[in-house]
């Protein structure tokens, strides 16, 4: 009764090839036993002895993460034939260019909702927020308590400056 030496139980690759999985088995530490598909998505798609010959090329420490992504593309051939992973990444982008407008336009609408906000609450001197620029909540041209010290009149605009562009052109006079 002859016994081997390598009781460990075979990778997914040897099980999937009916092979005899040996000590140095170059798939054994990628493909553990206990995934099997992973292997043979890979093996469908690009064949085991390509595999092989790609992992045999590749330095050690790089052959997990060539691994990953064989199995990765694998699965999404499987998924996509004609795109793989590539439709993926298309599909992707388009998610992120999407939701960058989305973004771009989320904060223009702040940046105008702040404007707005600060034009709000920025009044001019010794007037309330809440009255309109006239200095009186009704529009009046008369001296207001709510606004000591200033006079307007109901046509004064202070953003136009009145005709000559001076804001003392507005008829207002200080009492």
Known sequence: ????????????????????CLPDCVFAPYFP????QKFANVHKIF????????????????????????????????????????????????????????????????????CNEMASNTALPGTNPGQNYSGSPRGSSRYSENNPGYYYPSNYNPWSGGPSGDHDQGGGSSV
């Open 33 to 36: 036993p206990e995934e099997p």
């Open 47 to 114: 064949g085991a002895s390509n595999v092989s010959k790609l992992l045999n090329e590749v330095l050690p420490h790089q052959r997990e993460d060539a691994v990953n992504s064989l199995a990765y593309e694998a699965e999404a051939r499987m998924k996509d034939p004609v795109y793989g992973c590539v439709g993926a990444i298309s599909v992707l982008q388009r998610q992120v260019i999407r939701l960058q407008k989305e973004l771009d336009a989320t904060n223009a609408d702040l940046m105008r909702h702040a």
């Open 1 to 20: 009764m002859a016994s081997s030496s390598y009781s460990n139980p075979p990778c997914a690759a040897c099980k999937f090839l009916r092979r005899k």
